[in-house]
């Protein structure tokens, strides 16, 4: 494409790649189906799929596990410089990079003869340059776990560049910001808990919405505020902007209109109300400030009872006869780093079985068997991912846990 073309024309489906954290694949594969979406593939990246593009801004809209989701618009080997730059330039940059816009480039080599991650986006931001007039290249884009930070400017494009034994792929984000991004969460306590990975406890577990949640160490609300959007189905993306409605293309008048009708239909598929309890505790003022903030913009304020508390005064049987403790505990590597949290943890047992056997607990902790035989239950791993870079695990009680821990008492 020369660089006064005009911007080209898309296929008729994409090939879609959902990334996702490490052990959520099989999550954001449910989440696909259940919009009626087929995945072709499945790796512990994330999804592949192939999807028009009202199929893609659906997902978009909907995903709450994954991190993002990009389009491929390339694939090649190239084993030198000249190789790459001249296929790069034939990549058709029209249909992601408007007249003028701005792309970041993010690299990744591995096992390639092409290892230096610098060149490999010059050459990538020669072949944009050349192919859309007035485009610019900004500086390397960071990684996804360092993007959460990244300062909001004038709107740009994620390019990204993978080499892996010298083959090229290169994609588009379809995204923009991070998905976890939903919008609403401003106010942060203490060692935050990403969205989507709260969004993936919950369906691990799995919360139905059918029984209330607690969660007493709520820090900003992200979890109980993850499961009343859940169970009044409200879509996590409807209120953000994502990063494919910027593109450019004979019929981006039209694809807006299709992406609202989207939107529209989400909204119209919300519930008016959670039906069940979900009471968020925290000991600290700032966090409960901070979780009702959040709540409040995310419009699910009405549906959660957030009360500041101590784990010990949390009364399970007070709030029904049955329900889910969900909860991401403080651990030693984290915000109680240095303190004794035994006892901690062995309180918490003791309010799960002052609850009845019908509670079950859910918490992500680090492995760490000296914290979690306080508890004196049996659990199980659910699902194994990382959470800031540290391996995490969701583990749940068994069937029958609390009535065996109670006999043995």
């Not at 610098?118 to 290249?137: H, M, P, T, W, Y």
């Amino acid at each position: 494409m020369s660089a006064s073309a005009k911007p080209l024309e898309w296929p008729e489906r994409l090939d879609v790649f959902a990334v996702c954290a490490p052990g959520f694949a099989p999550l954001v594969v449910a989440e696909c189906e259940a919009l009626g979406l087929v995945p072709t593939g499945v790796s512990s990246a994330g999804v592949e799929l192939s999807l028009t593009r009202r199929e893609l801004f659906l997902l978009n809209c909907w995903t709450r596990c994954a991190s993002r989701i990009v389009v491929r618009l390339a694939h090649f080997e190239a084993r030198d410089f000249p190789t790459l730059e001249k296929l790069a330039a034939r990549v058709p940059w029209g249909r992601v990079v408007a007249r003028g816009g701005i792309a970041r480039i993010r690299v990744t080599c591995r096992k390639s003869r092409l290892y230096h991650s610098d060149a490999v986006a010059e050459r990538v931001g020669r072949g944009i340059l050349g192919a859309v007039k007035g485009s610019q290249v900004a500086a390397r884009a960071r990684d996804d776990d360092e993007d959460d930070d990244e300062s909001t400017g004038a709107p740009s494009q994620l390019i990204v560049v993978r080499f892996d034994h010298d083959q090229c792929t290169i994609s588009a984000d379809t995204s923009g910001a991070l998905l976890h991004r939903r919008g609403w969460r401003q106010a942060i306590a203490k060692a935050p808990l990403r969205e989507t990975l709260a969004a993936g406890m919950i369906a691990a577990l799995p919360w139905q919405g059918d029984v209330p949640l607690v969660d007493p160490f709520c820090g900003s609300g992200t979890i109980g505020i993850e499961a009343a959007l859940r169970a009044r189905n409200i879509a996590p993306g409807v209120s953000r902007a994502f990063a494919m409605e910027q593109w450019p293309g004979t019929d981006a008048a039209i694809m807006r209109a299709v992406y609202a009708a989207v939107r529209e239909e989400a909204r119209a598929a919300a519930r008016p109300s959670v039906g069940v309890a979900i009471v968020l505790r925290d000991r600290d003022r700032g966090a409960i400030e901070a979780a009702r903030a959040n709540a409040e913009r995310a419009g699910v304020l009405d549906d959660l009872v957030i009360e500041q508390g101590t784990l010990s005064e949390t009364d399970l049987a007070a709030i029904g006869p049955r329900g889910v403790l969900l909860t991401n505990p403080p651990y030693g590597l984290r915000v109680s780093e240095g303190a004794d949290l035994r006892g901690l943890y062995a309180r918490m047992g003791d309010v799960l079985r002052a609850g009845g056997r019908q509670w079950r607990l859910g918490m992500l902790v680090p492995p760490d068997k000296a914290l979690t035989g306080q508890l004196r239950l049996r659990l199980e791993p659910v699902l194994k991912t990382t959470n800031g870079g540290l391996p995490v695990e969701l583990l749940a009680t068994v069937p029958d846990t609390l009535r065996e821990s109670q006999t043995r008492k």
